[in-house]
């Protein structure tokens, strides 16, 4: 008997209960808005309690595709490693790569569908709620917030500031109201007015192309009703934000101006569309060279040497390419870049399958995206896609709006 009660006693001490996993999912969460560190943290913290938990909740039994898809990346990784294999860019890299079979197997110990919709909507207030920074700001700086938007910039915003994956945030909490509803009906169509209200304001271009992909979607959805109504009601409320909101037309402005002043033998980091086309362009110029292949760490050296050839009076501010593909060539070569890219489009096949619209919505936006940025080789952006994948790819597509 005493060795049975032994035997149990253990597991009991580094039990981790839902609520417990809720908790620290949240601090995750306020990691995610306020600090790296405390992100960082809780996404070890995440970890050690997968590992202490392997066993009581047999990880590999689960039907789920997706939690083997997230390993994946992990296995890529040496595509680029070899090169390079003891620079610490390297290794930064597989850190932010970790975090795909993490959030997979964090959610598989929450698959309790009650709690993934509470996790969910956590996920839909914390979002909103980073909002109140910004929108604050503009109410007591109106004036120079307009002028802001004249001159290419937005509104400040928590996330380090970084305004591409704070929008993307918000628009990973629509994708969850609209295609997994976590909240009652009547406050369900609040949160989604709101939240399209408040993408539209801050004005910035990738959450604009992710919530077209949002559009595309909607009417083929027999999942929520009255889907015809909805597309064109988005569709006018975006018409109305152009009349009404002076940072919608500020952001359209400026960026046909910007189009207009691209030189492409001048490197002007404080125009972003032409520094990102210098930079593809520059990346572009090293493929033919054939310098690719070079290693993770090896993107940034190799882009620079290009550059000084391009814009030999200019210090280039960046280090890699502002698209995926072509980051992932330098660093790997072919066969990783095919590699990659079928990894990536997965998702959205499997969601074919299994009819599950939210994860190929997230998987297309987050896709897009990587056509003009490197999302996927920053902290955030990797967070952004592996945990709303792994939300919405565990709990059923629900009807209803």
């Known amino acids: 008997?005493?060795?049975?009660?032994?035997?149990?006693?253990?597991?009991?001490?580094?039990?981790?209960?839902?609520?417990?996993?809720?908790?620290?999912?949240?601090?995750?969460?306020?990691?995610?808005?306020?600090?790296?560190?405390?992100?960082?943290?809780?996404?070890?913290?995440?970890?050690?309690?997968?590992?202490?938990?392997?066993?009581?909740?047999?990880?590999?039994?689960?039907?789920?595709?997706?939690?083997?898809?997230?390993?994946?990346?992990?296995?890529?990784?040496?595509?680029?490693?070899?090169?390079?294999?003891?620079?610490?860019d390297t290794y930064d890299f597989l850190l932010t790569l970790c975090s795909y079979p993490i959030a997979f197997f964090s959610v598989t110990m929450l698959k309790n569908q009650k709690n993934i919709s509470i996790i969910n909507q956590i996920w839909v207030i914390v979002a909103i709620a980073g909002c109140i920074y910004p929108i604050s700001w503009f109410i007591t700086h109106i004036q120079a917030s307009i002028t802001r938007y004249g001159s290419g910039q937005t509104l400040p915003v928590l996330m380090d500031n970084d305004h591409i994956r704070y929008s993307i945030f918000l628009c990973s909490a629509l994708v969850m109201l609209l295609f997994h509803n976590p909240f009652s009906l009547?406050?369900?169509?609040?949160?989604?007015?709101?939240?399209?209200?408040?993408?539209?304001?801050?004005?910035?271009?990738?959450?604009?192309?992710?919530?077209?992909?949002?559009l595309l979607f909607i009417p083929f959805t027999k999942s929520i009703p009255q889907r015809k109504w909805i597309t064109v009601g988005i569709i006018l409320l975006g018409f109305c934000s152009y009349i009404?909101?002076?940072?919608?037309?500020?952001?359209?402005?400026?960026?046909?101006?910007?189009?207009?002043?691209?030189?492409?033998?001048?490197?002007?980091?404080?125009?972003?569309?032409?520094?990102?086309?210098?930079m593809n362009t520059i990346a572009l110029e090293a493929i033919q060279e054939k310098q690719y292949n070079v290693g993770w760490a090896g993107v940034a050296p190799t882009m620079q040497q290009i550059g000084r050839t391009y814009f030999s009076q200019q210090n280039l501010k960046f280090g890699w390419p502002f698209n995926q593909w072509l980051f992932w060539l330098i660093g790997s070569g072919w066969i990783g870049v095919i590699a990659w890219s079928i990894w990536l489009l997965y998702p959205i096949f499997w969601a074919w399958q299994q009819k599950q619209t939210g994860v190929a919505v997230w998987s297309i936006a987050i896709t897009a995206s990587c056509l003009v940025e490197c999302n996927l080789n920053y902290q955030f952006g990797v967070f952004l896609h592996a945990w709303p994948l792994a939300l919405m790819s565990i709990l059923p597509q629900r009807s209803s709006l």
Not at 251 to 273: G, R, T
């Open 1 to 88: 008997m005493t060795k049975n009660k032994e035997k149990y006693h253990l597991p009991q001490v580094f039990s981790f209960s839902g609520n417990k996993l809720i908790v620290l999912l949240m601090v995750m969460l306020l990691g995610l808005l306020f600090s790296r560190a405390l992100l960082s943290i809780s996404t070890l913290v995440w970890l050690i309690v997968i590992l202490i938990s392997w066993r009581k909740y047999n990880f590999f039994r689960n039907d789920n595709h997706l939690l083997y898809w997230s390993i994946v990346p992990l296995i890529l990784f040496l595509t680029g490693a070899w090169q390079l294999p003891f620079q610490k």
């Open 186 to 214: 009547r406050f369900r169509w609040i949160l989604i007015g709101l939240l399209l209200l408040l993408i539209l304001f801050l004005s910035v271009r990738t959450a604009w192309i992710i919530l077209i992909i949002c």
């Open 244 to 278: 009404f909101f002076p940072t919608v037309q500020k952001k359209i402005a400026y960026s046909f101006y910007e189009w207009q002043q691209f030189n492409p033998l001048v490197f002007n980091s404080n125009y972003s569309d032409g520094a990102r086309r210098n």
